[in-house]
């Protein structure tokens, strides 16, 4: 019951761990004579200025940036599992136990002897029952958040930024 959940968790972490993967070599990577090659983002932009003398001069910038440097890249991470497990046990144990008595006497007399009949009888009855009502519930919060990019990933991107 507990270890369930706890399991789901791990195998949610790694399959998050992987689409960090997948995701980066999708959209990140393309590939060139069979090599992988980093997808880069061209942008040019014409800047107007003004010079010293007052004439209009027009600079033009230039920057290459790696498309992985301007996305989000998923990462979830399970920050906290709660688990709470409740049972509720009901058991209930009966036993019954009658008695019953029967008694009865006749008498016959005439002109002869006397004759005297007497009958008994006894009957006991018991029953003994257990009823068990058992009643769970389990309920399991699990609070995910995007991760912070890894340290490692981030220096890459700067370093191919520069």
């Known amino acids: 019951m507990i270890g369930g959940p706890l399991q789901a968790a791990i195998e949610a972490q790694t399959a998050s761990a992987m ?3 997948n995701f980066i070599n999708a959209v990140g990577f393309t590939e060139v004579d069979g090599k992988k ?3 880069m983002v061209d942008f040019s932009h014409t800047k107007k200025d003004v ?8 600079t ?13 890249i998923p990462s979830i991470r399970i920050e906290t599992v709660d688990i709470n497990f409740n049972v509720k046990l ?6 019954n136990t009658s008695d019953k008595l029967n008694v009865a006497a006749e008498v016959k007399g ?9 009958s008994a009888s006894y009957q006991r009855q018991s029953s003994t029952g257990v009823k068990v009502e058992k009643e769970y519930s389990l309920n ?22 520069s």
């Not at 010079?51 to 027009?58: I, L, T």
């Not at 005439?110 to 007497?118: D, Y």
């Not at 399991?140 to 930024?161: R, S, Y």
């Open 51 to 58: 010079d010293a003398e007052g004439k209009e001069v027009k």
């Open 90 to 95: 009901n058991s209930v144990e009966t036993s």
């Open 140 to 161: 399991v919060k699990v609070k995910a958040t995007q991760d912070e990019m890894p340290a490692g990933l981030e220096k890459i991107l700067n370093m191919l930024a």
């Open 19 to 21: 689409a960090t993967i």
């Open 110 to 118: 005439g002109f002869g002897p006397v004759s005297f009949k007497v």
């Open 37 to 39: 090659e980093l997808v």
């Open 60 to 72: 033009d910038s230039f920057i290459r940036v790696p498309l992985l440097a301007m996305l989000p």
